[in-house]
Each structure stands twice: as structure tokens, then as C-alpha cells.
């Protein structure tokens, strides 16, 4: 699995001139992975790989929280929103509409449905 971590100690070993066999034996990744992150090396897209990693972390944390039944709490979506427009700024997100009422005093999770009394 990729990981920040995992991707820096490729790169570095990548501008010590290691091939992708070699960055995959010495990070645990797979080798299909070693071969996408010389192709982003080569390409100029080492910064947008390390976006895309830290937005993996925001959605599965999301996940999680939905899994649990916790839901999102209050601001949680629209920062889960704000990460992907930061992560993917091409990808024409438009505002929806205004931006939910601040989490002041809104600490429990919402749903899809409007389930409170």
C-alpha cells in the first residue's frame, strides 16, 4: 500500500537511479505500484501523488466514520468535499449551494434523511 512514507523512500531511491524491481523490494509496494510513481516522477507529478495519498486518508477515515454509524459530524463533509476540489482542482466542482451552518453547537452525526424530532 502506498503510503507518504513509502512514496518519499522511492523517490529517493529513484534519483539514486534504482529501478522499479529494486524500489519495490525496499518499500513493500507492489511493482505495478513502484512503476506508477517512476511514471509520476518522470512526469513532473510527485506533489500531485503525495495530494491524492493524503486524500485516500480523508476518505477512508470518512468511511470509517460511516461505517461505525457515527456519520459525519457537523463540517466533516464539506472539508471531505474541500479536499478533493484541493487535491483535483481541474475537475470542475462547482459550489452547490451555500456552505452548511458552522458546527457550533451541532456535535451529533447527521444522515441522509433528517431523522430528529
Not at 4 to 10: D, F, P, T
Not at 60 to 80: K, P
Not at 86 to 95: E, I, T, V
Amino acid at each position: 500500500m502506498l503510503t507518504r512514507e513509502a512514496i518519499e523512500k522511492a523517490l529517493a531511491l529513484y534519483e539514486g537511479g534504482a529501478t522499479e524491481s529494486t524500489v519495490a523490494q525496499a518499500t513493500g509496494i507492489s511493482l505495478s505500484e513502484a512503476e506508477a510513481l517512476a511514471d509520476a516522477l518522470n512526469n513532473g507529478e510527485a506533489e500531485r501523488l503525495f495530494r491524492e495519498i493524503a486524500l485516500a486518508g480523508v476518505l477512508e477515515a470518512a468511511a470509517q466514520a460511516l461505517r461505525s454509524g457515527r456519520g459525519l459530524i457537523g463540517d466533516t463533509a464539506v472539508d471531505v468535499v474541500r479536499e478533493i476540489w484541493n487535491c483535483y482542482p481541474g475537475a470542475n466542482l462547482q459550489n452547490g449551494g451555500p456552505l452548511p451552518p458552522s458546527a457550533a453547537g451541532l456535535d451529533e452525526p447527521q444522515t441522509l434523511k433528517d431523522e430528529r424530532p
